[in-house]
């Protein structure tokens, strides 16, 4: 108990309150500051006490910076609204600052403080009412709100995500961060304050690692992905030793032609102990286990066995951005062609912007190696980083494959047509091959056969298949039936009529 409560205690007895605890004694002190006030200058002194008191014990709970509650102050709030009956069902939202490191080694910790001002008001402005908003760590918000089916939580959090994304000006400077936000609903009384902030936590960071989403709602996967974390090393160790994962292929065909010009190798692990795994959520496992180089090179053993079956198919094997930047990458493919016998024209790797925005030397010579030896470079899910036109200049790639984010409106708004027209451009006046991802029916295939995109590759043409199938499907001519079908009429560039 501090001085202070004693003396409070004093001059509560002194003016017949009766105070059962520290808290209460606290929460009472103004007015008893009140009236020691009029017992005289002792009285006034204990009042400036009290006061200060009052204030410490609000500093406890509420963040320096922004004003905000802090995490102590969430922590109680939420545990008190989960042990609460009768109210609502609640929801946690976690919400991480993309870049705000990079914000603070640019412009100083004083530009740093503004902008975390400047994202509580604008957080502030968004919460909706009843709700709950702290600064929790330091660039981490959550906030408690009420959940509404007739709101979706969906809907606050694309309005944050974009609230956040518009810059800030600050001193002068225009500053740009973005946001990640996890979602986790509250189950009461199964859930604990602690596990609902928690679950906000990890949907926060799978919102972040992944290519499409600033947000994600917590879910099971997501329970199953921290399950295998922990088994994880000894389970993908077993899973390659006994060769348990596998690989499916998927065509790329010639956007005038029909004719199947490449194929994809896409990983599979089906009988992890947590069932089917996408190669999605694999991969980033697999770098943090640090596993990626044996499941990199067990990709590549099994595209070059495929290599030889299909014998003139190209083979595109997607190379993670650790395996990738490996000093000596380019000399692990050379060795294993040569050892296999294999043209090195037949085989393309696919890397993604991540690695060449962390480690743009050691990408480049990788870059310069694989095609001193004749293997293609692509580059692959373009336009979901934010550098690629400096990149897309500066390294010796060959071609390049629009993300399939890129196809979503294409033939509904006209905007989106003019943008896929000039990325296509783009991709051309650089000298690249360019492949749309993505295509899901024949208007597409229309519209990117006009535009002159040269390859194809999505559900409407061929999905992920095993190597026989492939064998199949290369012997149908199923895809240039398709896209000889799809080519009836020239289509219109702009509103798709039947969208
Ligand atoms: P990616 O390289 O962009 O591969 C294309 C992904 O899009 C595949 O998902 C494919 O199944 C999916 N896809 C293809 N056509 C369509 C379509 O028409 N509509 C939709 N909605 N999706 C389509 P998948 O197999 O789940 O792979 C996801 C990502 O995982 C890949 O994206 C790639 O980045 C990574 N990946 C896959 N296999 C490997 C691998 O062996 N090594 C590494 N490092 N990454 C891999
Ligand atoms: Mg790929
Ligand atoms: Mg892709």
Redesign the pocket.
């Known amino acids: 108990m501090s001085v202070w409560t004693s003396v409070f205690e004093l001059l509560a007895e002194s003016s017949g309150a009766k105070l059962g605890s520290a808290a209460v004694c606290m929460a009472s002190a103004a007015m008893l500051a009140r009236q020691a006030t009029q017992r005289g200058t002792a009285c006034r002194l204990l009042a400036g006490m009290a006061e200060r008191e009052i204030a410490l014990s609000k500093a406890a709970i509420t963040d320096s910076v922004t004003g905000l509650k802090n995490r102590m102050a969430f922590s109680r709030e939420l545990e008190a609204l989960l042990e609460d009956r009768s109210r609502s069902e609640i929801a946690v939202l976690f919400l991480d600052l993309d870049r705000f490191k990079e914000v603070n080694d640019t412009h100083g910790h004083k530009v740093g403080d503004e902008l975390l001002k400047g994202v509580a008001r604008r957080l502030c402005d968004l919460m909706p009412e009843g709700a709950t908003l702290a600064r929790i760590g330091g660039d981490e918000f959550a906030a408690i709100v009420r959940t509404d089916p007739a709101k979706p939580l969906d809907n606050l959090a694309i309005a944050i995500v974009e609230a956040i994304y518009e810059p800030f000006t600050i001193e002068g400077h225009a500053v740009h961060v973005g946001a990640s936000v996890g979602i986790a609903k509250g189950m009461r009384p199964s859930s604990s304050a602690d596990d609902l902030l928690r679950q906000a936590d990890i949907a926060m960071y799978d919102a972040k690692f992944s290519k499409t989403d600033s947000f994600r709602i917590f879910d099971e996967r997501m329970s199953k992905m921290i399950a295998l974390r922990s088994s994880m090393r000894a389970e993908l160790e077993q899973a390659i030793a006994n060769d348990e994962l596998s690989l499916k292929f998927?065509p790329l065909v010639d956007s005038q032609t029909g004719a199947l010009a490449s194929v994809?190798?896409?990983?599979r692990w089906p009988g992890s102990s947590q069932g089917e795994i996408?190669?999605?959520d694999l991969?980033p496992l697999a770098e943090e286990s640090g596993q990626i180089l044996a499941l990199?090179n067990w990709?590549l053993d099994k595209a070059l066995d495929a290599i030889r079956t299909l014998g003139n198919v190209p083979v595109a094997?997607?190379?993670?951005p650790v395996?990738f930047r490996h000093h000596g990458f380019g000399s692990t493919v050379g060795d294993k062609l040569l050892s296999a016998g294999i043209t090195p024209d037949l085989l393309r790797i696919?890397i993604?912007e991540g690695v060449l925005i962390s480690h743009i030397d050691a990408a480049r010579s990788s870059i310069r190696q694989l095609r001193q030896i004749g293997v293609e470079v692509v580059l692959?899910?373009f336009g979901t980083g934010y550098s690629s036109l400096s990149y897309l200049q500066n390294l010796d790639l060959d071609g390049m494959k629009i993300d399939?984010s890129f196809m979503k409106d294409l033939g509904r708004r006209p905007l989106a047509t003019q943008i896929m027209r000039s990325v296509i451009e783009l991709g051309h006046s650089l000298g690249l091959k360019v492949v749309a991802?993505?295509?899901?029916n024949d208007w597409q295939v229309r519209l990117l056969r006009t535009l002159r995109c040269d390859y194809l590759?999505?559900?409407?043409l061929g999905t992920?298949m095993s190597l026989e199938e492939i064998v199949r499907f290369r012997e149908s001519g199923e895809a240039r039936a398709k896209v000889t079908r799809a080519f009836g009429g020239e289509p219109q560039l702009g509103l798709r009529a039947s969208a």
Do not use: H
């Open positions: 998927q994809e190798a896409l990983l996408s190669p999605g991969i990199g990709v094997v997607n190379v993670s395996q696919e993604t692959d899910d399939r991802e993505g295509v899901e590759q999505g559900y409407y992920p």
